[in-house]
């Protein structure tokens, strides 16, 4: 029998995939070694040379985070993957979590505890400020939950949310605490160990600077014993720790079974990006970042622009928010950008929505050549975009 739907005609046109900057929020530039790197040759994912490429991810993520943790690996999937591999397995139906909500990043991780069947309560704080102790200690005290999440870096509204201290709080209170450093890790310092996260989790497009489709997490001792000795078993198979564990090596058992078949080139890419981010040194990156932040916002501010974020400690290095210029439309400032300069810068999002243009200034992207190619660009766009009267 003939096939009846005919061969799709776009799919004869080769694909080229277009050259720009990636200057939004994610998913960053990927450096051409690190593309190079997820073009080599398929192996199958239960190969000896697949294990060592999974160990040395390990290690790689271990050091990115600075932690110890043996349960360490790769998540095969996006940011929000890891986040319900977090929530799915340190959560089980009925039990109690309180998710701190200042940009979207806390309204996803509330769905996500939702649909588990969690309690979910939330403090809340305006889009662009932080999260005090004394506010968080409040709520952990009134509502003990098992779980405290907070977003380290949230890139829907700029913000960076301190950590210290906070870990010392969810032990006092007898709960886990789950960090989101999808937007951060990389970009500024972060100390699993030292801090007390029980769970940390990234991606992999944004300072890590390789293609999307894997995200890094971590589980503390005391995240495992809480994961690992569930009454249910956690509704996702494919996140379920156990089995996971075991894929990526860290049950200590003497075989290794298969669990799903891993994205083999995806984690050839990452082991890339981890051995740059590695070879760069943590704390080279940091001020890298730090340092080419400083110098965009003072450049932004000294073209009139308002930065989103009004206290400058709470600013991300990694992702800026600018208060959407007066008169204008972001949407045709990022078109204009995308058309003439190849530049892609984004808009807001939740919270943010319309009111800021977001810059990520990622990974191999976050330089001061970069900040003058993104302030020129802006500077062309405000020039040449439909400006209304007031
Ligand atoms: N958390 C944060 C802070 C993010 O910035 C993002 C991605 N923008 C995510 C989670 C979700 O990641 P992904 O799009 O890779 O699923």
New binding site residues.
């Given amino acids: 029998m003939s096939s009846s739907v005919p061969k799709p005609r776009c799919l004869q046109r080769p694909f080229v995939a277009p050259r720009l900057h990636m200057f939004g929020?994610?998913p960053s530039n990927v450096p051409t070694r690190i593309l190079q790197a997820g073009a080599q040759p398929i192996i199958g994912h239960m190969h000896p040379e697949m294990f060592e490429i999974m160990d040395d991810i390990k290690s790689g993520i271990q050091y990115a985070f600075q932690t110890r943790n043996s349960m360490t690996f790769a998540v095969s999937g996006?940011?929000?993957?890891a986040?319900e591999c977090a929530l799915v397995n340190a959560v089980e139906p009925g039990e109690s979590v309180l998710a701190a909500v200042n940009g979207i990043?806390g309204e996803r991780a509330t769905n996500v505890a939702e649909r588990i069947g969690a309690r979910v309560n939330t403090i809340a704080a305006p889009p662009g400020g932080t999260f005090i102790l004394q506010e968080i200690e409040q709520a952990l005290s009134r509502h003990r939950p098992m779980v405290f999440f907070v977003?380290h870096?949230?890139?829907s509204t700029g913000v960076l949310q301190p950590l210290e201290g906070i870990g010392d709080l969810c032990r006092k209170y007898k709960c886990l605490l789950l960090v989101?450093s999808?937007?951060s890790m990389g970009g500024t310092p972060l100390y699993m160990d030292k801090l007390g996260i029980d769970i940390l989790y990234t991606?992999s497009?944004k300072v890590l600077n390789a293609p999307?489709g894997t995200?890094p997490i971590s589980f503390s001792q005391r995240a495992c014993q809480k994961a690992l000795n569930r009454k249910t078993k956690p509704v996702s198979f494919s996140l379920d720790l156990t089995w996971l564990a075991n894929y990526w090596g860290c049950d200590g058992a003497p075989a290794r079974m298969y669990h799903h078949t891993g994205p083999v080139s995806a984690f050839y890419s990452l082991r890339e990006s981890l051995a740059v981010l590695s070879e760069e040194g943590l704390e080279n990156s940091w001020e890298r970042h730090r340092t080419a932040a400083e110098y965009f916002h003072n450049g932004l501010e000294s073209m009139g622009l308002k930065l989103y974020v009004k206290d400058k400690n709470a600013r991300l290095p990694t992702v800026t928010t600018i208060v959407a210029p007066l008169g204008y439309d972001c949407y045709e400032i990022r078109s204009y950008l995308m058309k003439t300069h190849n530049l892609e810068i984004s808009g807001g999002l939740g919270p943010s929505f319309g009111l800021v243009l977001r810059v990520g200034l990622m990974g191999c992207n976050s330089s001061k050549a970069n900040v003058d190619m993104v302030l020129r660009a802006l500077k062309d766009a405000l020039e040449h975009c439909h400006r209304s009267k007031m």
């Fill in positions: 929020p994610g996006t940011g929000h993957t986040m990043w977003v870096g949230e890139s989101d999808v937007a991606g497009q999307p995200a």
